[in-house]
């Protein structure tokens, strides 16, 4: 019998693999840029760092989570403390890396990026998996709003290097310990008002987590909350000014944005500025990358008050919008080369081993094949471009390049390949 993968996980096979290469090179290139660096962080992380983090009353916490016992563990010992979760995010895990190691004592302010595979156990979609990779960038140690800015500018960097102008990013602040205890009663007046005609779901979280409501889909929920009252009008002086400062930043390096009042997101450690990037071409599952400030994280997981901002983006979701555009990497081999006759393989085969160590992604045929059917395979492929040797064009000194994009075909002396194949690669 057949095993296949499990339901929302899937393979990404070559063809596809290129472009998230490609994408991955185009963070690091930006990430660097803008002075982030690596971390690699562990798939696998004690239940409790999530449920401490993106908070209990969250869909993440509550529905999502893939958890287990440790095997190790004897059964009468099962606590929340023993259970394990792959994880569903990389935010807390990285909190957790920059706590436990205590990077802040050399130097509180650190800037890092991951990339790697998430887990929720969410209704596959278009656009939503149980297995899901993100890109994202977590920097700590900065409460001031340009460094919410300095995320927003890369963000916007890193989808122009993609050639990706059509996401749109809409902001809006979630207060602080100050004054999001106003707002969370005056919210949840309005909501009690209303509790008849919510979803089960916030019926019974709303008094521990109203907030929850607004980011809820059902449409009875998002028909209640319409009028609800906006977060921005109980900012205190101190968030208002933040935030004001973050618009006026953006607006200065011409960065669009629309405020959305009613954006809570799915995690509860967000405070201050919270931002999505979304697109209309995604459907239902419109979030490109999304992220905020969480200035209380770093002390909720034993850590000094050390504030943190950051984002993650959705890489199937990238990509998807990158195959829309009919976009990214070049596919295919640089060269392909087609030999006709025993002298031209003999000459082919250290040939494209020069090529290769240049660099170039070079491929030939091992058996005799016709010329038509090597051109097929070539063109199969995607090969940017075909050398053409045969048994005579070797005795003349010379072999036929053919640019498989325009058709276009030069001789080129023997002599002079691997120059000039280097030179077209580098142009
Ligand atoms: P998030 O909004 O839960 O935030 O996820 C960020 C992005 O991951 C989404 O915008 C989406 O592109 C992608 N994503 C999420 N769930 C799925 C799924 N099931 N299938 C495919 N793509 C998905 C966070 O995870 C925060 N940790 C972001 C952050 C970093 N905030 C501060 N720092």
């Not at 890109?135 to 993609?162: C, K, N, Q, V």
């Not at 960065?255 to 959305?260: D, G, Q, S």
Request: glycine share 8%; net charge neutral.
């Amino acid at each position: 019998m057949k095993v296949t993968a499990i339901k929302g996980f899937s393979d990404i096979f070559p063809g596809e693999v290129e472009t998230w290469q490609w994408v991955e090179e185009q963070a690091r290139r930006v990430f660097a840029a803008y002075n982030f660096a690596e971390i690699r962080i562990p798939v696998l992380e004690k239940t409790e760092l999530f449920s401490r983090s993106i908070g209990e009353t969250t869909d993440i916490v509550e529905k999502e989570m893939y958890t287990f016992e440790d095997r190790d563990r004897r059964s009468t010992e099962t606590t929340e403390a023993t259970k394990l979760t792959l994880r569903p995010e990389g935010t807390a895990g990285v909190v957790r890396a920059y706590v436990e190691s205590e990077m802040y004592k050399v130097e509180p302010v650190r800037k890092l990026y991951y990339m790697g595979p998430m887990f929720r156990r969410e209704r596959p979609q278009k656009g939503r998996m149980r297995q899901f990779h993100q890109i994202g960038a977590e920097a700590l140690g900065r409460g001031d709003p340009f460094i919410d800015a300095e995320i927003l500018l890369l963000l916007s960097d890193f989808l122009g290097a993609l050639g990706l102008t059509e996401p749109s990013l809409q902001i809006n602040s979630l207060g602080c310990a100050e004054c999001r205890p106003q707002y969370r009663e005056t919210l949840l007046t309005f909501l009690r008002q209303r509790r008849e005609s919510l979803c089960d779901n916030c019926q019974r979280r709303i008094e521990r987590n109203p907030l929850r409501a607004l980011d809820c889909k059902e449409p009875g929920c998002i028909h209640a909350t319409k009028e609800a009252p906006a977060i921005i009008d109980s900012l205190c002086a101190v968030c208002r000014e933040h935030f004001a400062t973050v618009q006026r930043l953006l607006s200065e390096t011409q960065v669009r944005f629309a405020l959305n009042p009613r954006m809570v997101r799915g995690l509860d450690y967000y405070c201050r500025t919270t931002f999505e990037w979304t697109s209309d071409q995604l459907g239902s599952q419109s979030a490109v990358a999304a992220g905020g400030r969480y200035d209380g994280l770093v002390e909720a997981l034993g850590g000094p008050p050390i504030p943190g901002v950051g984002f993650a983006m959705g890489v199937e979701r990238l990509t998807m919008l990158l195959r829309m555009k009919d976009s990214g990497a070049p596919r295919g081999p640089s060269v392909y080369v087609v030999w006709i006759g025993e002298k031209a393989r003999e000459w082919a085969f250290p040939a494209v081993h020069r090529l290769r160590r240049e660099g170039l992604t070079v491929e030939m045929e091992g058996e005799t094949r016709s010329m038509k059917s090597q051109m097929r395979r070539a063109d199969k492929l995607g090969a940017q471009a075909v050398l053409i040797v045969g048994d005579d064009e070797l005795q003349k000194g010379h072999a036929l390049l053919r640019d498989m994009a325009s058709k276009q075909q030069e001789a080129i002396a023997l002599a002079e390949i691997v120059a000039k194949l280097t030179a077209r690669k580098a142009s």
